[in-house]
């Protein structure tokens, strides 16, 4: 149930999420917070969603099975810090540093 939960806010986080790579002033938008904290939430919900899914199946999974939660377990977990520290923080710092924006452009995909 958490995963489905997890599922549906992130999706709306996600359409209401402000673009850095569109708009270098995305920080101001007054979603900028809401919707990370609402990532932030989605993968708390994953992490408790990933360890339920674990419990029932921990008999079923073998080596591959157990790595993938291990993995899926800590990325979930940078998932949630980042998007606190991005939802939080950069706001914050943004100020004090009007270039910041313009260089978190180079860590997109791709570049």
């Given at each position: 149930?958490?995963?489905?939960?997890?599922?549906?806010?992130?999706?709306?986080?996600?359409?209401?999420?402000?673009?850095?790579?569109?708009?270098?002033?995305?920080?101001?938008?007054?979603?900028?917070?809401?919707?990370?904290?609402?990532?932030?939430?989605?993968?708390?919900?994953?992490?408790?969603?990933?360890?339920a899914m674990y419990v029932r199946h921990a008999n079923r999974l073998?080596?591959?099975?157990?790595?993938?939660?291990?993995?899926?377990?800590?990325?979930?977990?940078?998932?949630?810090?980042?998007?606190?520290?991005?939802?939080?923080?950069?706001?914050?710092?943004?100020?004090?540093?009007?270039?910041?924006?313009?260089?978190?452009?180079?860590?997109?995909?791709?570049?």
């Amino acid at each position: 149930m958490a995963l489905i939960v997890a599922a549906f806010i992130q999706a709306a986080a996600t359409i209401v999420d402000p673009d850095l790579s569109i708009d270098a002033n995305a920080i101001e938008s007054p979603m900028w917070v809401p919707s990370h904290m609402a990532f932030s939430v989605a993968y708390t919900l994953v992490l408790l969603g990933l360890i339920a899914m674990y419990v029932r199946h921990a008999n079923r999974l073998g080596v591959l099975g157990e790595s993938g939660v291990v993995l899926a377990l800590v990325g979930s977990t940078l998932t949630v810090s980042v998007s606190m520290l991005v939802g939080a923080v950069l706001p914050l710092l943004a100020p004090q540093a009007p270039g910041l924006t313009r260089s978190l452009q180079f860590f997109e995909p791709g570049r």
